[in-house]
């Protein structure tokens, strides 16, 4: 269950402002931090985070590099859009023969 919360983990470098203390907060807390930087504007994290963890993080509207890319182009990149091949969807009132004649042999 927990790994269906965290989605796919990943390694990555995380640069979060430092005038973002939520968000600072939300990984120091939710993720498994690896290694700090600290600079005059930015922290670097470098941690194991799931997708879905990034996403809650992205959804808060914190302005962050991942990666050394813009955040929804770093999420992107570690985890490509997979394209699953789903069945076309048959409506029910399509799935019968309505309205066709059956032919008798």
Do not use: N
Request: proline share 6%; hydrophobic share 40%.
């Amino acid at each position: 269950v927990l790994g269906l919360m965290k989605g796919d983990i990943r390694d990555c470098t995380l640069s979060v402002p430092l005038t973002d203390g939520r968000a600072v907060d939300f990984v120091e807390k939710r993720v498994p931090v690896l290694s700090r930087d600290w600079t005059e504007a930015y922290v670097q994290l470098k941690v194991q985070i799931g997708r879905r963890q990034l996403e809650q993080l992205l959804s808060s509207g914190v302005r962050m590099l991942v990666d050394g890319l813009p955040a929804h182009e770093g999420l992107r990149s570690l985890w490509p859009d997979v394209k699953i091949d789903v069945a076309p969807r048959i409506r029910p009132h399509d799935s019968y023969a309505v309205g066709q004649e059956v032919e008798d042999e």
